[in-house]
C-alpha cells in the first residue's frame, strides 16, 4: 500500500480562508504594459493563471479575458479582452530563462493560442510537480490545504471576468491563484515538506496495469 499527502473537499471547507496580502495592478491600458513587464523581469519566478468568462449556453465559447502574472508582492492583472496579447506580454511567456509556475497550464497555453500563436517556455506545471513530493492531490486549492492549512475560495471562479470593471473579490481571486503557485513552488523546492508527518497522510489505492 501506497501513502500520500491526500485532502477531501470537506476537511477544504473547514480550513480557514486565505488571502492575498499584496498588491493588485489591473493592466487595462496600452501605456501600462511595458512597466508592468519589466517589473516582472526583474525576479527570478512568478505565478502564472488566467481567467476565461463562463459560458452558460450551449456551443458558446468565449477567449480568454485575464492573465495573471505575479509576484510575492505584486499580482498584474492583464485584461487580454480589452488589450489582446501583447508582444510584451508574450515575450515575458517565451523567455526560457523567468521561470513561471502555474497548474494546469496546457489548458492555459490551448486558450492563450487562439488569441495569438505563443512558444511558452520556462514553466513548470504543479500537477506533475507535486508527485515527487508525495502529494497525489492535483488541484490548486488541495494542495495549497495540504501544505499551509488555509483554503482557496472558488466562489469568483465563474463570474464574468469581461465585466467592464473587475470587483474586489474577483481581483483578490485571480491574484492569490497566481501567487499561490509560487508560494506552492518554494515551499516544496527549499524542502519544508515531509509527507511522512503530514496530518493529511492517507493510503493510495494503486490500480494494476
Not at 184 to 204: H, K, Q, V
Request: aromatic share 10%; hydrophobic share 40%; charged share 25%.
Amino acid at each position: 500500500m501506497i501513502f500520500q499527502a491526500n485532502i477531501d473537499n470537506d476537511s477544504v471547507a473547514l480550513l480557514p480562508a486565505a488571502c492575498f496580502p499584496g498588491r493588485v495592478v489591473v493592466v487595462d491600458r496600452d501605456e501600462m504594459i511595458d512597466q508592468a513587464c519589466d517589473d516582472l523581469q526583474r525576479f527570478e519566478r512568478i505565478g502564472f493563471d488566467t481567467e476565461t468568462r463562463p459560458s452558460f449556453r450551449k456551443g458558446k465559447v468565449y477567449n480568454v479575458a485575464l492573465l495573471q502574472l505575479s509576484t510575492r508582492d505584486c499580482c498584474y492583472l492583464f485584461r487580454l479582452n480589452r488589450l489582446g496579447l501583447r508582444k510584451e506580454v508574450m515575450e515575458l511567456l517565451e523567455d526560457e530563462h523567468l521561470l513561471k509556475v502555474g497548474l494546469s497550464i496546457k489548458d492555459d497555453f490551448m486558450n492563450l493560442n487562439k488569441l495569438k500563436e505563443l512558444h511558452p517556455e520556462g514553466f513548470v506545471d504543479l500537477q506533475s510537480y507535486v508527485k515527487q513530493f508525495g502529494i497525489a492531490d492535483n488541484s490548486l486549492q488541495r494542495i495549497y490545504g495540504i501544505l499551509f492549512g488555509e483554503r482557496i475560495s472558488k466562489g469568483q471562479r465563474l463570474t464574468n471576468w469581461e465585466a467592464e470593471q473587475l470587483s474586489e473579490a474577483q481581483m483578490q481571486y485571480a491574484a492569490l491563484d497566481a501567487l499561490a503557485c509560487i508560494k506552492i513552488y518554494d515551499y516544496l523546492s527549499a524542502g519544508n515538506f515531509n509527507p511522512n508527518t503530514s496530518e493529511y497522510l492517507r493510503p493510495i489505492i494503486v490500480e494494476d496495469e
